[in-house]
């Protein structure tokens, strides 16, 4: 009995070491990537720890000495003198200020739909919690002409917009969620005392709602980073997000393998270390809601 | 009091207003596209009212749409399929108390929050043929001398589905996990007082109480897979041929690299019927979940 349970225990342990490793090892590489001169990179037999290892994939992206990071892959001209800073500004902005507008929009439908009465109000919601997960290839059409019309395209604006398409319904399903679990009572006394629906909602509501509106900006926040098809579309040079910069590497001359994962690396963190903070909450939040441990 | 009734249309208002802009025109401006032959590199023709034209030769001509059709069907089923399994397995694993599970959901995090045109890179380095690790690891073993993983046209479709494998499951993982903790004590008590073995456990108490989170994480996962760009953009553009093209990928090269909008449109609008179709399907379960 005593072997069995030991059997079973080491069986388990193992599983869980093969996942572990096999989860591990791609990231493991990309960091070991990133710090490796380029002779130790595309060695036959893999270095696994570089010998020399160094921090000049870093400089090159972000403090090029002369050329910037495009120049070996062999891509457009203009892109020549971009640093990897206008990819990492250009996604900070866009996913800041899209966030911003999912939150504040987000907030006032979220309260009608969790706190007033009228018709059609769940057929509504369900319907707004829909759009979210339409395939953006559908709208990016449409969207691109329209964008081109008003001469938005390769501007943060357009991205802005373009990712309140998935940002907004998002924060309003969630907020809709958190807002149910604060008491109805509370509002319904700041009302008898004399607030209006807004005032009650300022003072009374907001303050118990920060936790949920930090998980729910989280969330939009690593939606909008990750996004790529949105990006590659609305952007050419100048508005370029971080992952269209990093896939700019795939160059006609080959891939610049020690930058690519030194700025991949630098760009993955602000997701990884957000989604890491919110940890209790990423279940809640990538099922919408439907899973609260 | 006529105000307090429609209170509710003040609060609604901006947010519909965007989605009104952003989403509903959209959206039936290329419902309308669809039915118009427009082509910008033959800008000079204009927009011409096809009718159905777009969709019929989409169904009867386009061997390229039925190609990619089927190439999506296969990545999403293949892909959330193992996904599923893998991700039930770990999680039935760990609900035990077992040293170290903290750290082991931490781990699993990862993958899901590298962005994921980083994880085509990575992948893209590690599926190289002469310098890659995967291929070391094959002649190192003496499995073989090396696979093409993204050159061959019978591996490539494969070699998208390993790295989607590979950053999702954790999520189905996590939701799984989440799911099996927030069960109730008290059926697996009575049970093995009966004295229930654990398969029978697992069928007749476990897997009941855990269908409607297991059918969100599917679900989920399936409309997510639909929707698979970055990966194929960074791992192999759809190639080599068009043996890893799927719809969104199709969608993208005839818009816009032969400019066909209004074909375009119409192959989107097909993706769209699709995806939907599961859609309502999830939200009929969230429906169930969040009430």
Request: contains cysteine; aromatic residues 22%.
């Given at each position: 009995m005593k072997i069995k349970k030991l059997a079973f225990l080491t069986g388990n342990f193992i599983i869980i070491a093969v996942v572990m490793i096999l989860t591990l090892l791609p990231i493991f590489w990309l960091v070991v990537t990133s710090i490796k001169p380029a002779g130790e990179i595309t060695t036959r037999v893999p270095i696994f720890i570089p010998t020399k290892p160094t921090l000049s994939n870093y400089k090159g992206v972000f403090f090029p000495e002369t050329g910037s990071l495009y120049q070996k892959a062999g891509v457009a001209r203009e892109m020549l003198s971009v640093t990897g800073w206008v990819g990492i500004k250009n996604s900070i902005i866009v996913t800041l200020l899209s966030t911003g507008l999912a939150i504040g929009i987000g907030l006032l439908a979220a309260y009608a739909f969790a706190r007033l009465r009228f018709k059609g109000r769940d057929t509504l919601a369900f319907w707004l919690l829909s759009t979210k997960m339409f395939p953006p290839a559908t709208v990016i059409l449409p969207i691109f002409i329209m964008m081109n019309r008003f001469r938005l395209v390769d501007t943060q604006i357009a991205l802005i917009l373009a990712y309140l398409v998935f940002n907004l319904p998002f924060s309003v399903w969630m907020l809709r969620g958190f807002f149910t679990e604060i008491?109805?009572?509370l509002d319904e006394c700041a009302m008898v005392d004399g607030c209006s629906h807004l005032g009650a909602l300022a003072k009374i509501i907001l303050p118990l709602l920060i936790p949920g509106i930090i998980?729910?900006?989280?969330?939009?926040f690593i939606f909008s980073w990750n996004e790529f098809l949105f990006a590659l579309i609305l952007t050419r040079v100048k508005a370029q997000t971080f992952p269209v910069q990093v896939s700019a590497f795939l160059g006609v001359k080959g891939i610049q393998w020690g930058p690519m994962a030194a700025f991949g690396l630098a760009g993955s963190i602000p997701p990884l270390v957000l989604a890491i903070a919110a940890q209790r909450y990423l279940v809640r939040g990538l099922t919408y809601g439907a899973v609260k441990e | 009091m006529?105000?307090?009734k429609f209170l509710h249309v003040w609060f609604l208002l901006p947010?519909?207003?965007v989605v009104l802009f952003l989403v509903v025109f959209p959206l039936i401006y290329?419902?309308?596209?669809?039915?118009?032959s427009w082509n910008l590199t033959m800008a000079y023709l204009g927009k011409a009212w096809v009718g159905l034209d777009n969709y019929i030769s989409i169904f009867t001509e386009d061997?390229?749409?039925?190609?990619?059709?089927?190439n999506t069907?296969?990545?999403v089923g293949l892909a959330v399929g193992v996904e599923f399994l893998i991700g039930i397995g770990l999680a039935l694993l760990l609900t035990r108390e077992i040293p170290g599970r903290k750290i082991f959901s931490v781990v699993l995090l990862v993958p899901m929050m590298i962005v994921p045109v980083v994880v085509g890179m990575v992948w893209r380095l590690l599926y190289h043929t002469?310098?890659?690790l995967l291929n070391f690891f094959l002649r190192s073993f003496h499995i073989s001398e090396g696979i093409d993983w993204l050159g061959d046209p019978s591996v490539a479709l494969y070699s998208i589905i390993i790295a989607d494998i590979w950053q999702w499951t954790p999520l189905i993982f996590l939701i799984l996990l989440g799911g099996i903790m927030s069960l109730p004590k008290e059926p697996y008590e009575a049970a093995q007082l009966d004295g229930a073995s654990t398969s029978q456990i697992f069928i007749y108490i476990t897997f009941p109480l855990l269908k409607n989170i297991i059918t969100i994480a599917l679900l989920l996962r399936t409309i997510d897979a639909f929707k698979l760009f970055d990966k194929i953009w960074v791992l192999t553009q759809g190639g080599p041929g068009l043996t890893t093209e799927n719809i969104p990928m199709y969608i993208y090269y005839k818009a816009f690299r032969y400019f066909d909008m209004g074909y375009a449109a119409a192959l989107s609008y097909i993706l769209l019927i699709i995806v939907s179709t599961i859609a309502t399907f999830l939200l009929r379960s969230l429906f169930v979940t969040t009430k």
């Open positions: 008491p109805r009572e998980v729910t900006a989280i969330f939009c | 006529r105000r307090a947010c519909f207003a290329s419902l309308s596209l669809s039915f118009f061997e390229r749409f039925w190609k990619t059709l089927s069907f296969l990545m002469s310098y890659g």
